[in-house]
């Protein structure tokens, strides 16, 4: 009886202490790191009702979320908390930031020393496939590299006449009787017209269907390329 409880808890007592390890050596590797490059701490940390889980912080994202106010949820929180606080994800420590010099780091100065979390990547991942908003390090700069001469300044500025042609088409694709106009859809048929002419050299041409009184119809390839992508 004695042997078969020790066989069973050798493996529990075994797993507890990598897992114990793994926190003790992320947690040297994390103080190491803010003191070579002069991190401070968050200026604050969010009160948790659930301090292990914190359901109540995640059941509060979502119920905003549900309710279509995400954003000024976020926006909330900041004007609670300040610029930059910490809180819990489950059991993942997270810092949340709208600080302009954090964000600068992140993005650009020190990119290479952020990686992508696992949950926005196995998200994210079956819609755009391995690229520069799903990997890290050589697969990530590899996609940099390929997409970097399109948004080179001199190709923005070749490019202000596309996004004048396609505003002039939403323009009028916008009901002139005073009617009421979903502006969402016409703001996405705006965005993909002129993003794949822009990367891709041909537009779709989605919004010369929603222009009214018109009867042209797109390209049927390019009506099953907008389907597939939405």
Same mark, same amino acid.
């Given at each position: 009886m004695l042997y078969q409880l020790e066989f069973v808890l050798f493996p529990i007592a075994l797993f507890l202490t990598y897992i114990t390890v793994n926190h003790w050596k992320l947690s040297l590797s994390r103080k190491a790191f803010a003191e070579a490059n002069g991190c401070k701490s968050p200026r604050c940390r969010v009160p948790l009702k659930d301090p292990f889980l914190a359901i109540d912080f995640v059941w509060k994202t979502l119920q905003n979320a549900r309710?279509? #106010?995400? $954003?000024?949820?976020?926006?909330? #929180?900041?004007?609670l908390y300040g610029t930059t606080f910490a809180s819990k994800h489950m059991n993942y420590n997270t810092i949340h930031t709208n600080d302009h010099q954090n964000v600068k780091q992140i993005l650009a100065a020190r990119f290479e020393d952020f990686k992508l979390s696992s949950f926005r990547v196995d998200a994210m991942i079956p819609l755009f496939g391995k690229g520069i908003f799903t990997t890290n390090g050589e697969v990530w700069s590899h996609s940099r590299a390929l997409l970097r001469p399109s948004f080179a300044r001199h190709n923005m500025v070749d490019h202000l006449p596309i996004l004048e042609s396609h505003f002039e088409q939403l323009m009028q694709a916008i009901p002139k009787n005073g009617a009421t106009v979903d502006l969402q859809k $016409?703001?996405? &048929?705006?965005?993909?017209? &002129? &993003?794949t002419e822009f990367l891709f050299g041909h537009s779709v041409n989605t919004l010369h269907t929603l222009q009214e009184g018109s009867a042209a119809a797109a390209d049927t390839s390019d009506s099953d390329f907008v389907k597939a992508y939405t």
């Open positions: 309710k279509d #106010r995400y $954003l000024e949820g976020t926006h909330e #929180r900041f004007q $016409l703001f996405f &048929a705006f965005t993909m017209d &002129a &993003a």
